[in-house]
């Protein structure tokens, strides 16, 4: 069983940062490669950074690279994305996901977290 629960969202000024978390509450966290989506209103869902289950593959979509940096720790069976120099055009909601694979589309990811707002304001 997968169960995802993201925190750490909020509002921030543009220029500064959030860590948002995802806690996997099953035992079988380092099966999976781990994603960081996000979907602003009317927009589609989209991908922002990926890690492989050891860590070794990372993506990021060009948008987050060199501001986002997604890290895990398999004994906590945690996810991170590290968001700094936040933009007004970062706000959205985040989701992580599981996928079994490592995938960069949403289609790909088995299991979802319920989602955390991310307000950057200007």
Known sequence: QV????SGGG???????LRLSCANSGRTFSWYVMGWFRQAPGKEREIVAAISQNGGRIYYADSV??????????????????????????????????????????????????????????
């Open 65 to 122: 690279k060199g501001r986002f940096t997604i890290s895990r720790d398999n004994a906590k069976n945690t996810v991170y994305l590290q968001m700094n120099n936040l933009k007004p055009e970062d706000t959205a909601v985040y989701y992580c996901a599981a996928a079994v694979s490592f995938a960069v589309l949403a289609g790909a990811y088995d299991y979802w977290g319920q989602g955390t707002q991310v307000t950057v304001s200007s």
């Open 11 to 17: 509002l921030v000024q543009a220029g500064g940062s």
């Open 3 to 6: 169960q995802l629960v993201e």
